[in-house]
């Protein structure tokens, strides 16, 4: 089993940069994809981006497409998720999720198709 832990939120002005972290630990041998989702309150947790098992292939929602990067360091099974020129309605907590079971060289943006997640990082962006 594998376990995921965020870090990196925090409180922010419009215009700023901040790096979510999403560590893995237990069977980090797999290849498996990883997703970053927000969730306002009131709101769906909304998928934002997302890397294959390979690190080869991403996926970004339109919102913010152009300003956030994901990216995996395996050797420190961490993924990463680059923000830059936040606004605030990137406000949120933040997941990151592990999908196991399907084609780990796939990104979904369903939550359902994640199987691990981890307890999520507050990120407020201020105007």
């Known amino acids: 089993q594998v376990q995921l832990v965020e870090s990196g939120g925090g409180l922010v002005q419009a215009g700023d940069s901040l790096r979510l972290s999403c560590a893995a630990s237990?069977?980090?041998?797999?290849?498996?994809?990883t997703g970053w989702f927000r969730q306002a309150p009131g709101k769906e947790r909304v998928f934002v981006a997302g890397i294959s098992g390979s690190g080869t292939r991403f996926d970004y929602a339109d919102s913010v497409e152009g300003r956030f990067t994901v990216s995996g360091d395996y050797a420190k099974s961490t993924v990463y998720l680059q923000m830059n020129s936040l606004k605030p309605e990137d406000s949120g907590f933040y997941y990151c999720?592990?999908?196991?079971?399907?084609?780990?060289?796939?990104?979904?943006?369903?939550?359902?198709?994640?199987?691990?997640w981890g307890q999520g990082t507050q990120v407020t962006v201020s105007s």
């Open positions: 999720a592990a999908d196991f079971l399907r084609d780990p060289s796939l990104v979904h943006t369903h939550p359902g198709s994640y199987d691990v």
């Open positions: 237990g069977r980090t041998n797999m290849r498996y994809a």
